[in-house]
């Protein structure tokens, strides 16, 4: 790289690995999961860098389906080492359940790590969260439940418990004691309020479980590297839920984008090789908030139906609607994506027009951008492009696809401005389109 300042010797970076980033394009569930599934084989580590159990990945193999919820969707890839990194929030018990589940299948569960700055997420964190929400009332964001929001407030007013702190148990059950204190006046209100006794008693059953999985994060990742190591840093949730560049407030409390791997994994800018970005071919959001290019139920129900697009983590109905050019422009830039994998196409098959969503316009025809996205009286400038009726599960080279659907795909390569590396054509493990 060109030396970028007269003054300074060139800048020569000592890494030998890299990281490779894949993230959401959208508002979550682009099928994230099955592309790390799919890529995990080239990498010694995949990274899980932000959010918890509000994630739910699904990797379909043959009939039986995973939905993991906070270890790394490259858990079927035996070669892949597994890491949860510190800036995710844990619900233990979650956690635990699933290295049972995993285990269960026959998944060597010892190449999971977590690291010891990660927070956790405990039941009074999940008691505020649905009791902040009944108190919204019309307004409420729609959460997962979960705990997520408090979970990482309770880390910026630096009051959060982390799974380091699971290696000293008296001083571990005074901060779950002085944690509960704080949340006293909210916990009130929650009808089904946990005890603080019980919440001791689980956490430190928890932390003899976890402890042999526990490492420093920091040294785990950045030894890879210097190992030369390549790691897969896997995003949860999506661009538009980002908590400060997302429709906020509807949005997930976590930096979910491109620039969150480095805080959520602890590694510098420089590691960072690739950024790709998964975009579902047309688009979903669950929960409350702006999605300026949703259908109405009766169109929006096609996509449902034949997309399945009912949450994993919660079973809620996705909203549906057509791909946003907009949104995906942005999410470009926030994320600088390199190329972009697009799923579901499959979905769209047998419709016969398919929408694009292109610009936005204010109630008076003025041209807006992203940022009126929640505005009310918010136009959408839609083109419509000629469906196509063929079934494409199993077509493996996009040179085989219908015309129509080539001409899509090249359409949304063109009006997000990033290329459109491989496509996904069916929900099981293999069917992509490269
Ligand atoms: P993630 O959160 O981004 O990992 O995505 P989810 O797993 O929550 O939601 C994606 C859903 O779509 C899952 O049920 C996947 O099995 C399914 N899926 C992923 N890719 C495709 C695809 O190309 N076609 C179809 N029909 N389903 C897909
Ligand atoms: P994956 O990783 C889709 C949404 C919730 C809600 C908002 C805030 O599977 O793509 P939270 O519980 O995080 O405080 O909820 O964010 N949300 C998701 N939507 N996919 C997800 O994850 C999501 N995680 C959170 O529905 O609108
Ligand atoms: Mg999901």
Redesign the pocket.
């Known amino acids: 790289m060109a030396n970028s300042n007269t003054l300074l010797p060139p800048v020569e970076h000592k890494r030998a690995g890299s990281v490779d980033i894949v993230l959401?394009v959208q508002w979550?569930?682009?099928?994230?999961?099955?592309v790390i599934d799919l890529l995990a084989k080239d990498y010694a580590v995949v990274a899980r860098f932000g959010g918890g159990d509000n994630?739910?990945?699904?990797?379909?193999v043959g009939d039986r389906?995973l939905?993991l919820r906070i270890v790394p969707?490259g858990a079927l890839v035996p070669s892949a080492k597994l890491h949860v990194g510190a800036g995710t929030v844990i619900s233990l018990r979650t956690l635990l359940d699933e290295l049972d589940a995993l285990g269960k299948i026959g998944v060597d569960i010892s190449r999971i790590s977590v690291s010891d700055r990660a927070q956790i997420v405990f039941p009074f964190h999940a008691a505020v969260d649905q009791a902040m929400e009944r108190a919204r009332g019309g307004s409420a964001i729609g959460t997962t439940g979960r705990g997520i929001g408090p979970a990482y407030v309770d880390r910026v007013g630096r009051i959060g418990i982390t799974v380091g702190d699971l290696r000293n148990p008296a001083a571990l059950t005074e901060k779950i004691r002085q944690s509960m204190q704080a949340k006293a006046s909210l916990l009130a209100g929650a009808p089904d309020a946990p005890r603080e006794e019980d919440i001791i008693t689980d956490t430190l059953a928890a932390a003899k479980r976890l402890l042999p999985h526990v490492v420093d994060g920091v040294a785990y990742i950045n030894e890879a590297l210097e190992r030369g190591d390549n790691i897969l840093a896997e995003g949860?949730q999506g661009t538009l839920l980002d908590v400060t560049y997302g429709s906020y407030p509807y949005v997930t409390s976590s930096s979910t984008i491109a620039g969150g791997a480095c805080i959520g994994l602890g590694i510098g800018p420089g590691a960072v090789r690739s950024v790709t970005g998964?975009v579902k071919a047309y688009c979903t959001r669950v929960g409350g908030g702006p999605f300026p290019s949703e259908l109405p139920n009766a169109e929006a129900n096609a996509l449902r139906e034949?997309?399945?697009e009912f949450?994993?983590v919660t079973g809620r109905p996705r909203r549906c609607g057509w791909f946003d050019a907009v949104t995906a422009r942005y999410a470009a830039r926030l994320n600088g994506l390199d190329r972009l994998i697009v799923?579901?196409?499959?979905?769209l098959s047998g419709l016969d027009r398919v929408g694009l969503v292109t610009g936005y316009r204010h109630a008076d025809g003025t041209p807006a951008g992203v940022e009126s996205m929640g505005e009310p009286g918010l136009q959408t400038e839609i083109e419509y492009h000629p469906g196509w009726s063929e079934n494409v599960r199993e077509v493996r080279q996009v040179k085989n696809l219908p015309s129509a659907a080539r001409a899509y795909l090249d359409r949304l390569a063109n009006v997000t401005g990033v290329p459109v590396a491989l496509v996904?054509?069916?929900?099981e493990r293999t069917?992509f389109a490269a």
């Open positions: 959401g979550g569930d682009e099928g994230k999961g099955r994630a739910g990945h699904s990797i379909e389906k939905a969707s949860a998964v034949a997309g399945r949450g994993v799923t579901k196409l499959d979905v996904s054509v069916g929900p069917a």
